[in-house]
């Protein structure tokens, strides 16, 4: 996680600073403790705004509230008063926990409301109707292209779990185990996603079948299992992370682009719309998101 959030500090630092830091730079105890609310609430107003001290006439088009949460969690998780309320009087705790910082963030969140925002560079939800033409177009492309097998098992698993892509490339054979209540499914453990903090975030799942065989996870794992060479080469399920999400993203981008690809609405789709849209797809047919 620190790998995540380290470039964050950087950019924050390197403005506070006007200096601008190496990637790997190691901040002091001494250099962070100096970080105040005021540097904070510049610095993200500089980025939403594009200005330090933004008037009233302005609007925050350059930068959303989500982003500047990110940005306020990522250095607050290198506060050395980490669970310290900022106190205004004695200029001690963490500068994130301000009501400096909570009120900026708040206020860009009532723009975004009035529609008076930046435009969201993340893709929108893919619609199943979508979901299911880059099915066809993957199977389509058996013959010519061996790595969609592969992407066509990812897409129907990914679906039926509602994971992200590049944590399905995490997808180890270990997590899967034989159902001996129910022989036609498999048992399933996601073990790694942003929001699995303990062990009782990673409860074992059922994997089923689907009559419609594009999108039937079990029938397109057994496929590529079965057709893909040195497959069981390695722990990892799809191979080498990196280079199997380098892989599907690659495939995806060039399915979206493809003229049989049909769009129903307008709005950017990434790889990220997928995990959106199972989640979507899910809540309108009643699943609560607690369950």
């Avoid at 079990?218 to 893909?228: F, G, T």
Wanted: aromatic share 10%; charged share 30%.
């Amino acid at each position: 996680m620190t790998s995540r959030y380290k470039p964050e500090l950087v950019k924050f630092m390197s403005y506070k600073d006007g200096i601008v830091y190496d990637k790997d730079r190691v901040f002091t105890t001494e250099e962070l403790l100096q970080i105040t609310p005021d540097h904070l609430c510049r610095w993200m107003s500089q980025q939403a705004y594009g200005d330090a001290e933004p008037s009233e006439e302005m609007r925050p088009v350059h930068l959303r509230s989500s982003t500047l949460e990110f940005s306020k969690k990522a250095i607050s998780s290198f506060m050395p008063r980490i669970n310290a309320t900022w106190d205004p009087v004695t200029d001690r705790g963490n500068p994130t926990r301000s009501d400096a910082v909570n009120k900026l963030i708040k206020k860009v969140k009532k723009f975004e409301v009035r529609r008076e925002w930046a435009d969201t560079k993340a893709g929108r939800s893919v619609e199943f109707e979508e979901f299911m033409n880059l099915l066809r177009l993957v199977r389509s492309q058996w013959e010519q292209n061996k790595t969609s097998f592969m992407v066509g098992s990812v897409l129907s698993l990914q679906w039926h779990i509602m994971a992200r892509i590049d944590d399905m490339m995490k997808l180890q054979f270990g997590n899967f185990s034989p159902n001996t209540e129910y022989a036609s499914t498999l048992l399933f453990q996601m073990r790694w996603s942003k929001n699995i903090q303990e062990e009782r975030d990673a409860p074992e799942q059922i994997v089923v079948g689907s009559m419609d065989p594009k999108m039937c996870a079990l029938l397109n794992l057994a496929v590529y299992i079965e057709l893909s060479t040195n497959v069981t080469s390695s722990e990892f399920l799809y191979g080498n992370p990196k280079d199997g999400d380098r892989a599907v993203r690659r495939v995806l981008a060039d399915m979206v682009k493809d003229t049989a690809f049909k769009k129903i609405k307008s709005g950017k789709l990434g790889t990220h719309s997928l995990r959106k849209g199972a989640a979507t797809y899910a809540t309108r047919s009643g699943i609560r998101r607690t369950l």
